[in-house]
């Protein structure tokens, strides 16, 4: 399959034509239909939506009405997301660790943050996000999506209950207020907390506008008159739920029109039962939508919820008089009036999203397996380039965890940055390799280092290291760079330590990988040399960056940090001694006559680029090790012991 996506400019048709194997008529064509077509439905839809909004509004005043408190209460739970992002800092990682560990906390979880944010759709495309990033397993997120739809119950619960029954306009106006004076502060948690407020007090008004637009609207003409009964009906007004969720990207919202419109009489209760159904197939939409930039994960959490909002609505639909007449047996039980439908519609809701994720639980980690076979996952394939072959692939790799989808949230954008970091990492080990004639297998074997070295051919590869860091290792790079660049903020003191370290950590790791290339040339020249000593010490060369990158992905695995500190300090160490300029060998070399008086520049020459080489692999490693770690990576070259501490830890 062709993996041209990314690729948009006519000027790179070229590119297009070249990885995908195909003509230049078929390159034009994929890219009109990858990009151009698109792009024309999207205008054309905006467009027709637009018009058909002030179509509305200028046919009569109440739609108008209703409409502004559609997008009052939308608005103030874009507001509110607003608000909760403000609160980061490393936090929400640390929050997702405790609370979802366990497929009951991630339903638990779901439930919380759905009730807070009151928005099932938003809490979806967030937990893509979260999988996208890599802070959550897939069994991790489908508890989430379970949970989530349990949650957008209390919503219903709060507008019919609450919402209709009294002045709700009387607590939107002092929220707004207050919020919009705590968001001029400069502070990040009065600001935070000024965008929660500000987001309550417009959902609360954009319920007061829709309640009093139908009420209005109900004198003009009456809804209920199209009302349609029977199973014709039911599929009739499902498929109206979800249209009008997908329209407004929000099953709560749709849930709020119906209660209003209800309580109005503008709809029947069987209607708004249909309805009700449909809001839940239609939040799937906005999941799939938030999924088209995701990788395979984000995909694979889509695909779940669309399997789970779709068996769920089958039973309801299924189901629906034993619902319908359990609904009326409770609803007796809790004293609910006769004619209190907005209640009883609430209960309904909740009966079936319940009986939904009663059904579906037991099946998650079954579900996850298989979708996981479906939709593979291949963020974590390692590139394994042949030390005795020349590498004759042309592909260019692209990020596949920094994606628009993952860069809506500061701590989760810095978890996908770090993933995508991890896979620069062990790209940038399996060219060093090739550059050292070793497959990077032979460093994670259990054969013993030198005995791999010995037993692999020094060859002249035909394959340039400057060629295969265009194609594994710049483009990430620049991915990384970029994505750095574009994380929303605030971010807290700590995450932009972080990302400054990263920063420099993306550098020492791109220019390592350029200076084995120096390297590689004399290593090939002098490695058999008929001048024992002159071979022998290009053979220690090798062996010395072999011995460290094999070191450090060991390193990079150890759980205990202060394990890792060691570690790491006695790999510097290890550096420094075999400096051959410090440790007098290259002195004794010469003063011995022992190599070539020719080759003494090129020695100390590449004895340098092995240091280089060295310490910016090291400073890749702590640093990727501290930010997996959630160690601060505050100047992370202070980390490591000096030689003192080193001497006291190792013998005291």
């Given at each position: 399959?062709?993996?041209?996506?990314?690729?948009?400019?006519?000027?790179?048709?070229?590119?297009?034509?070249?990885?995908?194997?195909?003509?230049?008529?078929?390159?034009?064509?994929?890219?009109?239909?990858?990009?151009?077509?698109?792009?024309?439905?999207?205008?054309?839809?905006?467009?027709?939506?637009?018009?058909?909004?002030?179509?509305?509004?200028?046919?009569?005043?109440?739609?108008?009405?209703?409409?502004?408190?559609?997008?009052?209460?939308?608005?103030?739970?874009?507001?509110?997301?607003?608000?909760?992002?403000?609160?980061?800092?490393?936090?929400?990682?640390?929050?997702?660790?405790?609370?979802?560990?366990?497929?009951?906390?991630?339903?638990?979880?779901?439930?919380?943050?759905?009730?807070?944010?009151?928005?099932?759709?938003?809490?979806?495309?967030?937990?893509?996000?979260?999988?996208?990033?890599?802070?959550?397993?897939?069994?991790?997120?489908?508890?989430?999506?379970?949970?989530?739809?349990?949650?957008?119950?209390?919503?219903?619960?709060?507008?019919?209950?609450?919402?209709?029954?009294?002045?709700?306009?009387?607590?939107?106006?002092?929220?707004?207020?207050?919020?919009?004076?705590?968001?001029?502060?400069?502070?990040?948690?009065?600001?935070?907390?000024?965008?929660?407020?500000?987001?309550?007090?417009?959902?609360?008004?954009?319920?007061?506008?829709?309640?009093?637009?139908?009420?209005?609207?109900?004198?003009?003409?009456?809804?209920?008159?199209?009302?349609?009964s029977g199973w014709l009906g039911l599929l009739l007004?499902?498929?109206?739920?979800?249209?009008?969720?997908?329209?407004?990207?929000?099953?709560?919202?749709?849930?709020?029109?119906?209660?209003?419109?209800?309580?109005?009489?503008?709809?029947?209760?069987?209607?708004?039962?249909?309805?009700?159904?449909?809001?839940?197939?239609?939040?799937?939409?906005?999941?799939?939508?938030?999924?088209?930039?995701?990788?395979?994960?984000?995909?694979?959490?889509?695909?779940?919820?669309?399997?789970?909002?779709?068996?769920?609505?089958?039973?309801?639909?299924?189901?629906?008089?034993?619902?319908?007449?359990?609904?009326?047996?409770?609803?007796?039980?809790?004293?609910?009036?006769?004619?209190?439908?907005?209640?009883?519609?609430?209960?309904?809701?909740?009966l079936f999203n319940v009986l939904g994720v009663v059904?579906?639980?037991?099946?998650?980690?079954?579900?996850?397996?298989?979708?996981?076979?479906?939709?593979?996952?291949?963020?974590?394939?390692?590139?394994?380039?042949?030390?005795?072959?020349?590498?004759?692939?042309?592909?260019?790799?692209?990020?596949?965890?920094?994606?628009?989808?993952?860069?809506?949230?500061?701590?989760?954008?810095?978890?996908?940055?770090?993933?995508?970091?991890?896979?620069?990492?062990?790209?940038?080990?399996?060219?060093?390799?090739?550059?050292?004639?070793?497959?990077?297998?032979?460093?994670?074997?259990?054969?013993?280092?030198?005995?791999?070295?010995?037993?692999?051919?020094?060859?002249?590869?035909?394959?340039?290291?400057?060629?295969?860091?265009?194609?594994?290792?710049?483009?990430?790079?620049?991915?990384?760079?970029?994505?750095?660049?574009?994380?929303?903020?605030?971010?807290?003191?700590?995450?932009?330590?972080?990302?400054?370290?990263?920063?420099?950590?993306?550098?020492?790791?791109?220019?390592?990988?350029?200076?084995?290339?120096?390297?590689?040339?004399?290593?090939?020249?002098?490695?058999?040399?008929?001048?024992?000593?002159?071979?022998?010490?290009?053979?220690?060369?090798?062996?010395?960056?072999?011995?460290?990158?094999?070191?450090?992905?060991?390193?990079?695995?150890?759980?205990?940090?202060?394990?890792?500190?060691?570690?790491?300090?006695?790999?510097?160490?290890?550096?420094?001694?075999?400096?051959?300029?410090?440790?007098?060998?290259?002195?004794n070399l010469i003063a011995g006559h022992k190599i070539?008086?020719?080759?003494?520049?090129?020695?100390?020459?590449?004895?340098?680029?092995?240091?280089?080489?060295?310490?910016?692999?090291?400073?890749?490693?702590?640093?990727?090790?501290?930010?997996?770690?959630?160690?601060?990576?505050?100047?992370?070259?202070?980390?490591?012991?000096?030689?003192?501490?080193?001497?006291?830890?190792?013998?005291?």
């Amino acid at each position: 399959m062709c993996r041209c996506g990314g690729l948009k400019s006519t000027s790179l048709l070229r590119n297009i034509r070249r990885r995908c194997g195909i003509n230049w008529q078929a390159a034009y064509a994929l890219r009109y239909v990858n990009y151009v077509m698109p792009s024309m439905f999207k205008r054309l839809f905006l467009i027709i939506g637009l018009l058909a909004l002030l179509g509305s509004a200028w046919w009569s005043s109440d739609i108008q009405q209703i409409g502004a408190g559609v997008a009052i209460f939308l608005f103030g739970m874009l507001s509110m997301d607003e608000g909760f992002k403000t609160f980061t800092g490393g936090t929400l990682e640390k929050l997702l660790s405790v609370s979802t560990n366990k497929v009951w906390k991630s339903l638990g979880f779901g439930v919380l943050a759905t009730t807070l944010v009151q928005s099932s759709s938003l809490v979806s495309v967030i937990t893509i996000s979260f999988l996208s990033s890599g802070l959550l397993e897939l069994v991790q997120g489908i508890g989430i999506i379970f949970g989530a739809n349990i949650g957008t119950t209390t919503g219903a619960w709060l507008v019919s209950a609450f919402g209709l029954k009294v002045n709700i306009s009387a607590y939107a106006m002092p929220m707004l207020m207050v919020g919009v004076v705590l968001v001029m502060q400069s502070r990040k948690s009065l600001k935070g907390i000024g965008h929660i407020l500000t987001g309550l007090g417009f959902l609360f008004l954009g319920i007061h506008f829709m309640k009093e637009g139908f009420d209005a609207f109900r004198g003009a003409i009456d809804l209920s008159a199209y009302a349609v009964s029977g199973w014709l009906g039911l599929l009739l007004f499902t498929l109206f739920g979800v249209v009008a969720t997908v329209i407004m990207q929000s099953s709560h919202a749709t849930l709020v029109l119906i209660i209003t419109a209800l309580a109005s009489g503008q709809v029947t209760y069987e209607n708004a039962i249909a309805l009700a159904i449909g809001a839940n197939i239609g939040t799937t939409i906005t999941a799939i939508i938030g999924a088209l930039g995701a990788n395979a994960p984000g995909k694979q959490l889509a695909a779940a919820h669309l399997v789970f909002n779709g068996m769920t609505a089958i039973v309801a639909l299924t189901l629906i008089t034993p619902l319908i007449q359990l609904v009326e047996v409770l609803s007796g039980w809790l004293g609910f009036g006769a004619e209190d439908y907005t209640l009883k519609l609430s209960l309904f809701h909740t009966l079936f999203n319940v009986l939904g994720v009663v059904i579906m639980l037991p099946f998650i980690r079954g579900l996850a397996s298989v979708l996981k076979k479906l939709i593979v996952d291949d963020r974590r394939q390692q590139l394994n380039l042949p030390a005795s072959q020349p590498d004759r692939r042309t592909e260019t790799v692209a990020p596949k965890f920094i994606s628009d989808v993952v860069m809506h949230h500061p701590d989760i954008a810095l978890s996908a940055i770090i993933e995508e970091i991890t896979r620069m990492w062990d790209n940038a080990v399996a060219v060093m390799s090739y550059a050292l004639y070793l497959n990077r297998k032979d460093l994670e074997s259990e054969m013993p280092l030198d005995l791999a070295l010995v037993n692999s051919e020094i060859h002249e590869n035909t394959t340039d290291v400057d060629e295969l860091y265009l194609r594994y290792i710049r483009p990430l790079n620049t991915a990384i760079i970029k994505a750095t660049s574009n994380i929303p903020k605030p971010m807290s003191k700590t995450q932009d330590e972080t990302v400054f370290a990263l920063k420099l950590a993306c550098r020492d790791l791109v220019n390592a990988v350029k200076d084995v290339k120096h390297l590689q040339k004399n290593v090939l020249k002098y490695h058999d040399h008929t001048n024992d000593d002159l071979a022998r010490q290009y053979r220690t060369f090798r062996f010395q960056l072999a011995s460290l990158l094999h070191n450090l992905q060991n390193i990079l695995n150890y759980p205990d940090r202060e394990e890792a500190l060691l570690a790491f300090s006695e790999q510097q160490q290890m550096l420094l001694n075999s400096d051959i300029v410090r440790n007098g060998h290259l002195d004794n070399l010469i003063a011995g006559h022992k190599i070539p008086a020719d080759t003494i520049t090129s020695l100390m020459n590449d004895s340098q680029y092995c240091l280089d080489i060295g310490h910016r692999v090291l400073q890749m490693a702590q640093t990727l090790y501290w930010a997996h770690s959630g160690t601060p990576t505050t100047a992370t070259r202070e980390l490591v012991l000096d030689n003192d501490e080193l001497s006291e830890l190792t013998h005291g």
